[in-house]
């Protein structure tokens, strides 16, 4: 029986449920030393002066002196400092690193830092530091949107910030070692932190390693960030000459490290009279925050997505992402998809309204179908399924009945139609040259790659698909912990690449290696042969043409889609939205591990609903106001209906047995089903967090 | 200080007002109960003191004198709620595990799924949105499962 498309067991183990799981806080090193960062409290400004009020006998200081070479995380760009040399750009910017052995002692030594400050710029729309701007254009706008025999619709669309809240919060471990120093953490993308030490600490230290730990959750909250926390624990057991371990609690985790970006869409949409959509002039802004990371690419996914799962021969998109005086933004499930579809899908169901026409009727309409050609200029395949979807979510949640019973009572029901490009955006996949590596064992294979288990089953997949490629037992294959110095660079955990990209090429290692063995198992011919290991890069589909400059080609190699419906219930006193049921309806291609899957699927509607309902991320001065779990609010058990999940299949011939990337897909719906049936019962929401302060202000319909 | 700890007598010599999270975790060496937002919100240190489930990074040492503790590692790794909850994909990163299964025992033999969500609502998820923690749950009490 084939271990691909069946729930087999995980190769995680109980340890998880045990509590043997070793996650970075769980892990000591004799004579450890534990860190802690002291940070600004001004949004803006320069530093006149630090003191150390306290006895500093016993204790490692690290500040920006102490790098070894360059004081710049190096991400996209270098332009953010490892420690603030002089001048701040955001509260909560590192200045200072302590050590000591005793946490409390360490907990109580106050740090002095005088500052002249400066004003700062918090509102992006007024911000002329722009990190990248962003034209794409297909046909001809201007002249259509003049055009006296089309109908205009005009909207503005904002989304705030959104915090991570994996509940495990950053966290690393530094361990001098053999000449050089090891890192234990809690990554996503432990090639990232290489590239990170690499670049802090020069040639002269050029033993580096990182280990991942298991890892309580990332979200994306856990691909960039983890180089600075990890050059900070560096720093300090190179001074120290011992192991540092650097643990954020949650509110240092909550006010220091990177969100959702906000944004504000801006929308002028040209249709006919019956509804088919001729001209999208779209207009995207995001938040970036005060330091490049990888903002660039969010804004380009954000773009990208921003015309929807639509039809459309003229669309220009502009984008930019912009420097506000508040901590940077980065990677969240979605990375920019989410915002700029949530845009596009409410003022759907607005143009739907104006022009009197049903929202799933205007979807039908201009939903895109194999043929077609998207905003960049990619011309889609046969595995596009936004009409499929959509027909399903439609038909399994009876939604024009209800949509018409519904009128007028406490009760609605909005749907939201939606796609999400799988593994990285254009050339990205080309130039990241992944590889992935099966090493022969004793008793079988073992998968050597970097890509990381944060709970979403990379362990598990990646075996599934190696064991069927090899035509072996699942039992016997092992998948190494992400080492750097010991696997595989296959890349970031992230952009919904390691099932479809990885596991693609772990299926042509397992497939090079089968045949080397010939009729052999791998413990015959280990027994017989010895050592043998397979590596191979990776190699994208020859058709994909993509150029950077203009915008135009092919900007994912597949879609998966997804239609999600939500019925909910609003309280006409308190505003208070209740959701009673959330139908996601998505195809990925085909699952590898059905249950798997759909713990990412109800796992990232459940992320979805808290976007759109209840997470508010209060800024005050350039700081998270509101940063503890008991005022930033994720969905807990009673706030979360019941979750219809279907898994529908087009495979894409280049995934591994067909699959799809899926981890982000499910972020993608659920806001504007939420704020669309608000629509339906009456309220002109285009905001989320859609609070009922929110609603009670809300013009009626 | 003393008290039960899975089932063996225990002296600790913490500070009377430490968190008991962290005697548990430093002094006692069981780092099953995780920390995850030292308020009592998110319930991943969740422990149970004389049968009842309680934030372990809530309780001053002191006033665990004399109680009967039970931590994830008093469970011995053979219970099947364990399994449960690998099985069913109730823990993906794992982090809220124990404490979502120690805030499970507490439920009554025959629980409802409202009952589920009322037990849980102290724990947070940030993986699951919970299905498949229910399912996990509702199996082993031999309860239906909503599909």
Not at chain 1, 73 to 80: A, E, F, H, Y
Not at chain 1, 418 to 430: D, P, V
Not at chain 1, 616 to 628: E, F, H, I, L, P
Request: include cysteine.
């Amino acid at each position: 029986m084939p271990a691909v498309g069946t729930s087999v067991a995980r190769k995680d183990g109980i340890g998880k449920a045990t509590g043997a799981a070793l996650y970075a806080d769980d892990i000591s090193f004799p004579r450890m030393l534990h860190g802690r960062t002291i940070r600004s409290t001004i949004p803006c400004g320069r530093i006149k002066s630090i003191a150390y009020d306290f006895d500093t006998t016993d204790f490692t200081i690290v500040d920006y002196r102490d790098v070894p070479a360059k004081n710049a995380v190096d991400l996209m760009s270098l332009d953010q400092p490892f420690l603030v040399e002089h001048e701040v750009r955001h509260v909560a910017e590192p200045i200072v690193l302590l050590a000591h052995e005793d946490k409390e002692v360490l907990s109580q030594a106050n740090v002095i830092i005088e500052y002249e400050e400066t004003e700062p710029l918090f509102d992006p729309a007024k911000s002329s530091e722009i990190f990248k701007s962003i034209e794409m254009l297909k046909g001809d706008v201007d002249s259509i949107l003049g055009n006296d025999d089309v109908v205009v619709v005009e909207g503005t669309y904002r989304t705030g910030h959104q915090e991570h809240v994996y509940i495990e919060p950053n966290g690393v471990i530094a361990v001098p070692e053999d000449g050089g120093v090891a890192i234990y953490g809690s990554v996503q993308c432990p090639f990232y932190v290489i590239k990170a030490l690499r670049c802090l600490l020069g040639s002269a230290h050029p033993n580096v390693r990182v280990i991942q730990t298991e890892t309580g959750g990332g979200f994306g909250g856990k691909e960039e960030y983890p180089s600075m926390i990890s050059g900070h624990a560096v720093m300090l057991a190179l001074k120290s000459g011992r192991p540092v371990k650097i643990i954020y609690d949650r509110e240092e985790d909550m006010v220091a490290t990177t969100k959702r970006h906000p944004s504000v869409v801006h929308h002028r949409t040209a249709l006919t009279r019956e509804g088919k959509l001729v001209a999208m002039d779209i207009d995207v802004l995001m938040d970036a925050g005060a330091y490049v990371t990888l903002s660039p690419t969010v804004l380009s996914r954000g773009c990208i997505h921003a015309a929807g799962p639509y039809n459309c021969d003229n669309v220009r998109i502009r984008g930019r992402t912009v420097m506000t005086n508040t901590p940077p933004n980065g990677a969240f499930r979605g990375f920019g998809a989410p915002q700029t579809e949530f845009a596009v899908e409410v003022h759907i169901d607005r143009i739907a309204e104006q022009l009197g026409i049903d929202p799933v009727d205007i979807r039908r309409m201009n939903a895109l179908r194999p043929g077609d050609v998207t905003a960049t200029g990619q011309t889609l395949r046969e595995d596009a399924s936004a009409h499929m979807v959509l027909e399903e979510a439609v038909r399994r949640t009876d939604f024009d009945k209800k949509r018409k019973e519904w009128k007028g009572t406490r009760k609605a029901i909005g749907l939201a139609l939606f796609y999400h490009g799988a593994g990285f955006t254009g050339a990205g996949e080309k130039n990241l040259k992944s590889r992935a590596r099966l090493e022969l064992t004793p008793t079988g294979v073992r998968i050597a790659v970097g890509s990381t288990e944060i709970g979403q089953g990379t362990r598990t997949m990646h075996a599934q698909i190696v064991t069927d490629a090899l035509g072996i037992p699942y039992e016997d294959v092992e998948v190494a912990q992400p080492d750097t110095s010991r696997v595989a660079d296959s890349g970031p955990t992230v952009a919904s690449r390691t099932c479809m990209v990885v596991g693609k090429i772990l299926e042509e290692c397992a497939h090079e290696m089968r045949a080397k063995l010939g009729d052999l198992s791998p413990a015959e011919y280990y027994a017989k042969n010895g050592e043998l290991t397979v590596e191979r890069m990776y190699e994208p589909p020859d058709w994909i043409k993509w150029d950077d400059a203009t915008y135009r080609g092919d900007a994912y190699a597949t879609y998966g889609w997804g239609c999600d419906v939500a019925e909910l219930e609003v309280d006409p006193d308190t505003y208070e939205v209740r959701p009673i049921k959330l139908t996601a309806v998505q195809e990925f291609g085909r699952p590898i591990h059905p249950a798997l899957a759909r713990g990412q699927i109800e796992g990232g509607t459940a992320q979805g609903l808290g976007y759109a309902l209840l997470e508010k991320v209060v800024m005050r001065n350039g700081s998270m106001a509101n940063a503890q779990l008991t005022n930033y609010v994720i969905p807990t058990t009673l706030d979360m209906p019941e979750i219809d999940v279907v898994m529908m299949e087009n495979p894409y011939p280049g995934g591994p047995f067909g699959a799809k990337g899926l981890g982000e897909l499910p972020m993608d719906g659920p806001a504007p089903a939420v704020v669309n049936a608000l629509r339906h019962h009456g309220l002109d929401v285009r905001e989320i967090p859609a609070m009922p302060e929110l609603l009670a202000s809300s013009p009626l319909i | 200080m003393q008290f039960t700890l899975n089932g063996e007598a225990r002296e600790v010599a913490s500070h009377p007002m430490a968190r008991l999270l962290d005697v548990l975790r430093e002094e006692c060496g069981l780092t099953g109960t995780k920390e995850g937002c030292g308020e009592g919100e998110c319930g991943a240190c969740t422990v149970l003191i004389d049968g009842e489930a309680v934030c372990s990074c809530l309780i001053p040492a002191s006033q665990a004198e004399g109680t009967e503790i039970v931590t994830i590692e008093g469970l011995g790794g053979k219970h099947p709620l364990q399994e449960l909850f690998m099985n069913e994909v109730g823990a993906q990163c794992g982090i809220c595990t124990p404490g979502m299964i120690m805030a499970a025992l507490s439920l009554p033999e025959k629980p409802t799924l409202d009952d589920v969500k009322t037990a849980l609502a102290g724990n947070l998820c940030r993986c699951t949105g919970y299905s498949a923690i229910y399912r996990a749950v509702l199996k082993w009490r031999g309860m239906p499962v909503p599909e």
